[in-house]
């Protein structure tokens, strides 16, 4: 039975489900920064410059071809910036674009939640 009460019923409840119709957002946002190296690099560029050897150092189970390749794709999305000193030897250092700043609360708020679940999973550990 159709009744106006149950169609407001049903407008609020479509209300509170995501909607993906133009695209999910997340799953956007989730492309450009997914991926098993691309937050780790986010994570080490975050208010720094840093050259390549640098972040190699700093991340030591990438490979130089895949640091490379996520450098490359978040250079592309406009996230890092590559700038190119015209020496010898060759210098390139990366840092974070005023648009890949933005997503400084997100990895802070991400590693705030690394590190409680940290703690939870060693709590389960330790009563296990």
Known sequence: ???????????LE????PTCELGCPVEAALDLVGGKWKGVI???LRGETRRFNELRRLIPGVSQRMLTKQLRELEANRIVHRKIYRQVPP???YSLTSFGETL???MQALEKWGVEYLKEEAKTREGA
């Open 1 to 11: 039975m159709y009744t106006k009460e149950a169609e407001k019923r049903q407008v």
């Open 14 to 17: 479509n209300a509170k489900k």
């Open 42 to 44: 986010l994570y080490y």
């Open 91 to 93: 210098k390139v250092e």
């Open 104 to 106: 400084s609360p997100i």
